[in-house]
């Protein structure tokens, strides 16, 4: 019975300390199943299945994935829009070995607005995204969001910075970080609005505290 209970515990201590597991790693376009080796995943990850719709110009595509992923990526859906630039994406986790995670569903959408009005943009290599141009939102994206990536790898980093509308779940999910061998990525999120108008927001001292206290929260 010792034996057993020392067994135990070792193995709660790998899980509690992030045992690394090995996952499938695919892709495939239009469909949500696909199959491919098996990897070995930064300490931290889960083995996920994602899936991503993207809408462009009006012209729709989709793709599926498995692969690690980290937990604060796993068991999320929401969407977002930019104005010509639609995503929707949702994604679930398992975590033993090799496991397939559930298909993901994403958040079922419609083209109805709901009053509310937000500054859309993008840029990349660039935290700053001012646009005087606004979008109206529709159906369940009742946020408007200032979304920013941080990826530092090396001596090649990278940032970008997104606006527009988006589903609650970006805010309840809120800023997280996550790194795996090569590098480390930080999401801030700042979301405002929701049953309102909001003609224009800048990136001013007072949000950039928020954003920053946020983040060290």
Do not use: H
């Not at 597991?21 to 299945?49: D, H, K, N, R, W």
């Not at 692969?67 to 975590?95: H, V, W, Y």
């Not at 990349?124 to 159906?139: A, F, L, Q």
């Not at 790194?179 to 700042?190: H, L, N």
């Amino acid at each position: 019975m010792a034996s057993l209970l020392r067994i135990i515990t070792f193995i709660s201590a790998l899980v509690a300390t992030g045992f690394a597991l090995s996952c499938i790693e695919c892709t495939a376009p239009s469909v949500t199943a696909c199959s491919g080796e098996s990897v070995m995943c930064p300490y931290g990850f889960l083995c996920g299945s994602m899936y991503v719709g993207t809408i462009v110009d009006g012209k729709y595509q989709s793709t599926f994935l498995r692969s690690c992923l980290p937990r604060e990526e796993c068991d999320f859906k929401g969407n977002l829009s930019m104005g010509l630039e639609q995503i929707g994406s949702a994604s679930t986790c398992c975590n033993t070995n090799d496991c397939t995670a559930a298909i993901p569903t994403v958040i079922s959408s419609n083209n109805q607005p709901n009053g509310l009005e937000c500054p859309s943009c993008s840029s990349v290599n660039s935290i700053y995204c001012d646009s005087t141009e606004t979008i109206k939102c529709t159906g369940n994206l009742n946020k408007c969001i200032f979304k920013t990536e941080d990826i530092s790898a090396g001596e090649s980093p990278s940032v970008s910075s997104v606006r527009g509308c988006a589903t609650k779940s970006f805010c309840d999910r809120g800023n997280f970080s996550f790194s795996d061998e090569i590098s480390t990525t930080k999401v801030t999120v700042y979301c405002y609005g929701g049953g309102i108008s909001v003609q224009k927001i800048l990136l001013t001292p007072t949000i950039a505290g928020l954003l920053l206290f946020r983040w060290i929260i």
